[in-house]
């Protein structure tokens, strides 16, 4: 491991124990995910569930069968404030939360999944919770849980600084949600201070919405690529396979929420066998054979 120069030790003295590996095995982990499907010419698949919906045993089953199909399952934490959030999430963040979720669901949850299961691990939260959790003690228990990296949408990137550093020591990674109306100046310092990948908003409103792909998509992709060599993850408004796939023409990774609580929440006798139905059609959607056929 090498250190700042201002924190060079000579040999036998242990480095200090809050220095996190260089390249931490959660982060790795998201990396090796996306690099794998990449391997087989597809985009990578990630799917949303708020824990503990629509109860804790219920939504863990259906975690586990949700990473039977997607390379990255992206934990929730329950909100009732989220300004991204559309009605279906809205109403799920309301569910789960009514249902008793706490935050050591979160990390009980990713400690099973990542004992079980490939698929990376990713956390999208609204600030609230994290700082009222407390920021070091959220990023800690995140990385003993296997968890890859965090994405709150509501941190300015100016203020993000303790959340930057808390993260970084415990080596989790920072994703930042970035638009398309973003400064070029301010974009490429949110996309400098990024690790693990970043986030693009695949349409233009709130997640769930039924509008088309935005066609700013392809442009502010190319923009992210030529700031970072991270992979580019696009979401909020995938709701069907077809603009999964429409998405995956630019992105590394797609996201899809809504249309998996839609799944669930009309099978209300089987939401963990609709939710599996629906990560399936959408990571059929991504494989190099769903690719439309040409005359």
């Known amino acids: 491991m090498t250190y700042p120069s201002h924190l060079q030790v000579p040999a036998p003295v242990s480095p200090l ?46 975690l586990h069968l949700l990473a039977q199909s997607a390379d990255v399952i992206e934990l929730g ?29 979160l990390f009980a949850d990713a400690r099973e999944l990542s004992a079980s299961s490939s698929a990376a691990l990713l ?55 970035v638009s398309p109306r973003t400064p070029p100046e301010r974009l490429a310092a949110i996309v400098a201070a990024a690790t693990g990948m970043v986030y693009a908003p695949a349409t233009d409103s709130v997640t769930g919405n039924a509008q088309p792909i935005s066609p700013r998509l392809p442009g502010l992709i190319s923009q992210v690529r030529s700031l970072t060599s991270l992979p580019v ?7 069907t396979p077809a603009q999964a796939r429409h998405a995956a023409a630019w992105a590394d990774l ?26 399936r059609d959408f990571a059929a959607a991504l494989r190099p054979a769903a690719q439309p056929e040409t005359e």
């Open 254 to 279: 797609v996201v899809v929420g809504s249309a998996v609580i839609r799944r669930m929440q009309a099978n209300p006798r089987g939401p963990v066998a609709a939710a599996a139905s629906a990560a």
């Open 17 to 62: 124990p809050w220095w996190p590996p260089a390249s931490s095995v959660a982060g790795a982990h998201l990396e090796r995910v996306i690099e794998a499907a990449q391997a087989q010419d597809r985009c990578a698949l990630a799917a949303f569930l708020p824990v503990g919906l629509p109860d804790r045993m219920t939504g863990m089953d259906a």
């Open 123 to 177: 956390v999208m939260s609204y600030w609230q919770p994290v700082h009222a959790y407390g920021p070091h003690r959220f990023a800690d228990r995140a990385a003993a849980a296997g968890i890859s990296g965090v994405l709150i949408p509501d941190l300015p990137f100016e203020e993000a600084g303790p959340w930057r550093e808390a993260a970084r020591r415990a080596g989790v990674a920072v994703i930042p949600l």
């Open 77 to 105: 934490v329950p909100y009732a404030g989220g300004v991204l959030d559309g009605p279906v999430i809205q109403e799920a963040s309301r569910t789960a939360l009514a249902a008793g979720f706490e935050m050591k669901d």
């Open 233 to 239: 993850a696009a979401g909020i408004g995938i709701s």
